[in-house]
T-cell receptor, first 114, second 115 residues
């Protein structure tokens, strides 16, 4: 079985500041890793995913994440945030060779203040 | 269609009534998923379909919950004798096929409130 822990339920930052949203996972098998974003009153949208290869993954809207196998982490970063990045961010994993069923963390609410 | 479509977008129902939630996946997507998102919680997997078959129903919380899919297209999630703890957003998602690593695309959800 897999589990995902997002250590921060809420992260407030000022506009143009850097941000890191933390994600750790637990799994007895290798996994694929995902970050999804949910803007207010909208569905979830894929930001980026790690399947294999380079451990640094770049996604949409200037976000990137780094897979660290030894620390079982997949933290999301952005060097300079905008007001429009205010949203809830979900980390998720799915086991390799599985059905693509995603196991999600509880989410991190990012609030960007002017 | 252009995206995953869900209806109704909002539903208020009385405790004990049955509700049906509908999902239209992206055209050509053979895999379809249902998730539940309760307030302040992450997404809970309910069930997925590959074609019209449901290989994994492990997330359905009780026998009051059921789902079906027809024509490898539309799916309906039915909750019988609703309880207040069923209040949540029910999210449908689809992908080309049920294979780990594929991107899955979510609808905007159906907000269910049981009063």
């Amino acid at each position: 079985a897999q589990s995902v822990t997002q250590l921060d339920s809420q992260v407030p930052v000022f506009e143009e500041a850097p941000v890191e949203l933390r994600c750790n996972y637990s799994s007895s098998v290798s996994v694929y890793l995902f970050w999804y974003v949910q803007y207010p009153n909208q569905g979830l949208q894929l930001l980026l995913k790690y399947l294999s290869g380079s451990t640094l993954v770049k996604g949409i809207n200037g976000f990137e994440a780094e897979f660290n196998k030894s620390q079982t982490s997949f933290h999301l970063r952005k060097p300079s945030v905008h007001i429009s990045d205010t949203a809830e961010y979900f980390c998720a994993v799915s086991p390799l060779g599985g059905s693509e069923k995603l196991v999600f963390g509880k989410g991190t609410k990012l609030t960007v203040n002017p | 269609g252009a995206g995953v479509s869900q209806s109704p977008s909002n539903k208020v129902t009385e405790k004990g009534k049955d509700v049906e939630l509908r999902c239209d996946p992206i055209s050509g997507h053979t895999a379809l998923y249902w998730y539940r998102q309760r307030l302040g919680q992450g997404l809970e997997f309910l069930i997925y379909f590959q074609g019209n078959s449901a290989p994994d129903k492990s997330g359905l919380p009780s026998d009051r919950f059921s789902a079906e899919r027809t024509g490898e297209s539309v799916s309906t999630l039915t909750i019988q004798r609703t309880q207040q703890e069923d209040s949540a957003v029910y999210l449908c998602a689809s992908s080309l096929q049920a294979s780990s690593g594929n991107t899955i695309y979510f609808g905007e959800g159906s907000w269910l409130t049981v009063v």
